[in-house]
């Protein structure tokens, strides 16, 4: 397993837990709602930001 291929693994899962989680904090029942919606957002945008390490680039 090459390096490339052992990154790609561990960002699929960073990117898998944070929606996960992002999806737990916007569905829990609570009174902090709108730091749960914030923390949530946050955790989306970051799960994006380092999906961006799937594109290859191949020169």
Known sequence: MDKLSF???IVAIAVFVSLLLAVFLLTVKTERK????????????????????FMRRDH
Do not use: K, P, Y
Request: avoid cysteine; glycine fraction near 4%.
């Open 34 to 53: 709108l730091e749960n919606r914030l923390f949530a957002a946050f955790l989306i945008i970051n799960a994006i930001d380092i999906s961006g390490l």
């Open 7 to 9: 990154l790609e693994v």
